[in-house]
């Protein structure tokens, strides 16, 4: 938080050929595995392109969360389908620590690409919907303590009193 690279919009990939894409992708997934994420935006490990991976397996760190497929996007595109919006506690790779109490919208539609250049859609709720929003806000610049409300739901993690909430986005 605080380098200009994450608070710089990212670039539309056009090349789903280019050899540099596979390689910018195991490194997501690696950087992400590594740290314990369950979501990353490639703008994290210094790559300015439109590209966000995410997913992982229901376990015993995310008793609350729904399993969410392993997904790679490019190039998103999130479409509200109404005003309903929740709270729910974020935390991010980029933000060491710390952990947020931020609005997001609850149900989402969202399309893309995957890593072949396929185009997909979901319409999905709650945590994934969640996860989504904050990996494509990574893509402009944005960072989730820029969408806290109310200061006072934002500190680090060993003070706050959150139960099983550990992930990291
Ligand atoms: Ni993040």
Redesign the pocket.
């Known amino acids: 938080m605080g380098s200009q690279e994450l608070a710089t919009p990212s670039l539309d990939v056009v090349d789903f050929s280019d050899p540099d894409l596979p390689i910018i992708i195991a490194d997501l997934h690696d950087t992400m595995i590594e740290k314990g994420g369950v979501?990353?935006?490639a703008p994290?490990i210094g790559v300015n392109l439109r590209i966000v991976m995410f997913g992982f397996e229901k376990n015993e760190r995310y008793p609350n969360a729904e399993p969410v497929p392993l997904t790679i996007l490019i190039n998103p595109i999130i479409e509200f389908l109404d005003d309903v919006m929740e709270e729910g506690w974020e935390g991010?790779?980029?933000?060491p620590g710390l952990r947020g109490l931020v609005p997001r919208y609850k149900t989402i539609k969202y399309s893309g690409y995957n890593e072949n250049g396929i185009q997909f859609n979901r319409t999905v709720s709650g945590f994934h919907a969640r996860v989504v929003q904050?990996?494509c806000d990574?893509l402009d610049g944005i960072?989730?303590p820029q969408r806290i409300k109310d200061m006072r739901s934002f500190g680090f993690e060993d003070e706050l009193n959150i139960n099983n909430e550990k992930n990291e986005?």
Not at 92 to 95: A, K
Request: a negative charge; glycine letters at 8%; hydrophobic letters at 45%.
């Open positions: 979501g990353i935006a994290q991010c790779l980029s933000v904050h990996e990574h960072l989730y986005l």
